[in-house]
């Protein structure tokens, strides 16, 4: 089945404490995307990647980092999380070239709450 | 720098009517792709349908239209015989670039509810 998987689903953590929530797409699609959703808000661009070793800030890049080293994976880092930080993120994927090469896959969101 | 608005917060459609959801977007790029997603109150985001900035046609999918107009810079969405199931929130957004595989822009989203 194509999917975007992410992990964790849900995490609580601490102000300060580094985490990584993983991405992963079975679709071989190029381009790869982070974005956070706050209450009452839209999607906001973090970062995106339009291949392996390629990556751009989106609109809301301060206090992340990605990383693009194999073509299923694009990791989301939160090296010092802060309570600004908790939101709900999602990871989306689509590829390049084709028929719909323009619809984006969603994974199913994560959680996050920092305290 | 690129944006997306969304005017009507909340809307509410009697079943079965049709109902229009406003967008309009800015853009220097003459590259882009225009987007509607759903998201129900579960949470996913639902694809619905896409125009790009050379389609000369709007786009349709099952019932869903998009009612592209360039010089207005404007996409609004249009769902034909509302379901109950319709009821979610919807974003418009854009991305630019070749392969629409640059920056993606959404709106803040309008909340539709449909009444039985």
């Known amino acids: 089945e194509a999917q975007v998987t992410q992990n964790p689903r849900y995490l609580i953590t601490v102000t300060g404490k580094k985490l990584t929530v993983t991405c992963s797409q079975n679709?071989?699609?190029?381009?790869m995307s982070w974005y956070r959703q706050d209450p009452g808000l839209g999607l906001r661009q973090i970062y995106y990647?339009?291949?392996?070793?390629?990556?751009d800030k989106g609109d809301v890049p301060e206090g992340y980092k990605v990383s693009r080293k194999e073509k299923r994976n694009f990791p989301l880092i939160l090296e010092s999380p802060s309570p600004n930080q908790t939101s709900l993120y999602f990871c989306?994927?689509?590829?390049?070239?084709?028929?719909?090469?323009?619809?984006?896959?969603f994974g199913p969101g994560t959680r996050l709450t920092v305290t | 720098a690129q944006k997306i608005t969304q005017t009507q917060p909340g809307m509410f459609v009697q079943e079965k009517e049709a109902v229009t959801l406003d967008c309009t977007y800015d853009?220097?790029?003459?590259?882009?792709?225009l987007f509607w997603y759903k998201q129900p109150s579960s949470g996913e985001m639902i694809f619905l349908i896409y125009?790009?900035?050379?389609?000369?046609q709007n786009a349709t999918e099952g019932r869903y239209s998009l009612n592209f107009q360039k010089a207005r810079k404007s996409a609004n969405l249009v769902i034909s015989a509302s379901q109950l199931g319709d009821s979610a929130m919807y974003f418009c957004?854009?991305?630019?670039?070749?392969?629409?595989?640059?920056?993606?822009?959404f709106g803040d989203g309008t909340t539709l509810t449909v009444k039985p």
């Open positions: 989306a994927s689509k590829g390049l070239a084709g028929g719909r090469a323009y619809e984006q896959y």
């Open positions: 679709m071989n699609h190029e381009y």
């Open positions: 990647s339009m291949n392996v070793e390629v990556t």
């Open positions: 853009t220097s790029d003459p590259s882009y792709g």
């Open positions: 125009q790009g900035s050379y389609d000369q």
């Open positions: 957004a854009m991305r630019e670039g070749p392969a629409n595989a640059g920056k993606s822009t």
